[in-house]
């Protein structure tokens, strides 16, 4: 399979960055509660290299933590590619999501990625189809709403859809007027809980700095075109963390009292090893108290098959 720049964004001869910062101690409030939840982003299920072998893997080491996190947030590319595939190759690929999945009996709480989405890159796919565009990843796994938010222990978390179609490349990341109006409301309706929102593309990365140089700018097949829109609506409604997948990278970027991390992936460098021969296959653990948190990255031991 040929794999172009917007389909994945992979293989680029390049080196990368990981920004770590740690987070300013601040004070909790006396009804501080603790929970823990798994960024689990960038799965790429597939059978080739024993991607669903891996995606079990994963799981595994999720349910052997002693802390049993609350829940999971996916990130978005739950399968290795829906945009110019069979339907046959589809049902496949999502029957071996459920299958590595179905052992987490905690909620697990997804966003749509570029790769979900059905026949956007294949001019000639059905169009009025049930299955077209993201009706399969929707039906199948989100359940609900393309974006939506849920409150948990005086947090409010938002998983937001970034992925949307675009004439002239099939699609390109953006949150489209109606949900970002949506936003808005929601995000006033509860001005002092802290936030968290989900995204597939990133608001704010290095990784084109990093992987093209300093002075290149990132197209909308990178980072959301109004990014500095939710840049400013995190800082002003008490948005704590931003994340962000995609990228495959880990990356920790600190702007305006926000936290806009960028979690890895289950995948690595689509399962052939360490993404940019830096950030191996894993996901991001959060442990939440007050209205702070800490976090960090866990590998399960995936080595690249040959
Ligand atoms: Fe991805």
């Known amino acids: 399979m040929s794999i172009t720049r917007r389909e994945v964004l992979g ?8 920004l770590a910062f740690k987070p300013s101690p601040q004070l909790l409030s006396p009804s501080a509660s603790k929970f823990r939840f798994v960024h ?9 290299l024993d991607g669903n072998l891996g995606v079990k893997e994963a799981v595994k080491k999720i349910k052997a933590m002693k802390t049993r996190p609350d829940f999971i947030l996916i990130g978005g590319d739950h399968v290795m590619d829906l945009l110019k ?34 026949g956007w890159g294949d ?17 199948l796994v989100l359940k609900g709403s393309l974006y939506r938010a849920f ?35 929601d995000l006033a309706k509860y001005p002092t809980m802290p936030k968290t929102l989900v995204l597939h593309c990133p608001a704010i990365s290095t990784i084109v700095q990093v992987s093209e140089g300093a002075n290149k700018a990132a197209d909308d097949s990178w980072l959301i ?33 926000v936290r806009f991390i960028t979690g890895g992936s289950v995948c690595g460098n689509w399962w052939r090893g ?16 007050g209205d702070t948190f800490t976090n960090y990255y866990e590998t399960y031991g995936w080595v690249a098959r040959k």
């Open 11 to 18: 293989g680029m001869a390049a080196s990368g960055l990981s």
């Open 40 to 48: 689990f982003t960038d799965i790429h299920i597939q059978p080739e």
């Open 85 to 118: 595939v069979t339907k046959q190759r589809a049902d496949m690929q999502f029957k071996l999501l459920a299958d590595a999945l179905k052992p987490l009996e905690m909620p697990v709480y997804s966003v749509v990625g570029n790769h979900d989405v059905f």
């Open 123 to 139: 001019k000639d796919s059905d169009k009025n189809s049930a299955y077209y565009g993201k009706k399969m990843i929707q039906d």
């Open 151 to 185: 409150s948990f222990n005086g947090w409010r978390f938002y998983l937001l859809d970034t992925v949307q179609p675009d004439l002239v490349d099939g699609w390109r990341s953006e949150i489209d007027p109606a949900q970002m109006a949506w936003l808005k409301t």
């Open 225 to 257: 075109t109004n990014g500095k829109e939710i840049v400013d609506l995190s800082i002003q409604n008490n948005v704590k963390l931003v994340l962000q997948g995609h990228t495959h990278v880990v990356e920790d970027i600190s702007y305006g009292g």
């Open 274 to 289: 360490p993404r940019l021969g830096l950030f191996p296959e894993g996901y991001m653990v959060f442990d939440v108290s």
